[in-house]
T-cell receptor, first 110, second 112 residues
């Protein structure tokens, strides 16, 4: 089965750095994925990790520790447009399904 | 490049009516799936498929049917709509393996 946990809401200041955590328990792991979803829109892919360590893509970075069942998404130099929901997802090795957490709603304030 | 296309974007149904939500992708993805998204519940997997002729149930399959006759299309059928099926539905596709999923623009369904 899958159990994916992430905080419900976070608030951060424009220009600052924010870290969104995700913990998971899964039977069969084939990657940890982060998506961004603005209100009323579809999720869009941000980053993924298969091996332990940090993956950097511009202002966004994602970290994975498979032994701890833990990941985080790091957003640097926050902009107002970063206000959105951030979804953590785990892909199953056996059936290829993606399972999502409930999402973290990030509000960026001036 | 169209990606994942869902139709319709909005739909209102009466309780007991049936309808089909359409999903098509042009990326030759083996994996296709349907999710529903409700406030506070995140994306919940309804059904998924890893190829033509192969479908399987996800976390919340009751009340929904799917079929996969071609690689491109993965329709979701509601046989007898209920108010509890009021939600936003997303179709997603991906290559099999360690790759990301791509989402359609969603269908906002209201059952009255």
């Amino acid at each position: 089965g899958q159990n994916i946990d992430q905080p419900t809401e976070m608030t951060a200041t424009e220009g600052a750095i924010v870290q969104i955590n995700c913990t998971y328990q899964t039977s069969g792991f084939n990657g940890l994925f982060w998506y961004q979803q603005h209100a009323g829109e579809a999720p869009t892919f941000l980053s993924y990790n298969v091996l332990d360590g940090l993956e950097e893509k511009g202002r966004f970075s994602s970290f994975l520790s498979r032994s701890k069942g833990y990941s985080y998404l790091l957003l640097k130099e926050l902009q107002m447009k970063d206000s959105a929901s951030y979804l953590c997802a785990v892909r199953s090795f056996t059936g290829n399904q993606f399972y999502f957490g409930t999402g973290t709603s990030l509000t960026v304030i001036p | 490049n169209a990606g994942v296309t869902q139709t319709p974007k909005f739909q209102v149904l009466k309780t007991g009516q049936s309808m089909t939500l359409q999903c098509a992708q042009d990326m030759n993805h083996e994996y296709m799936s349907w999710y529903r998204q409700d406030p506070g519940m995140g994306l919940r997997l309804i059904h998924y498929s890893v190829g033509a002729g192969i479908t399987d149930q996800g976390e919340v399959p009751n009340g929904y049917n799917v079929s996969r006759s071609t690689t491109e299309d993965f329709p979701l059928r509601l046989l007898s709509a209920a108010p509890s099926q009021t939600s936003v539905y997303f179709c997603a596709s991906a290559l099999v393996g360690r790759t990301e999923a791509f989402f359609g623009q969603g269908t906002r369904l209201t059952v009255v």
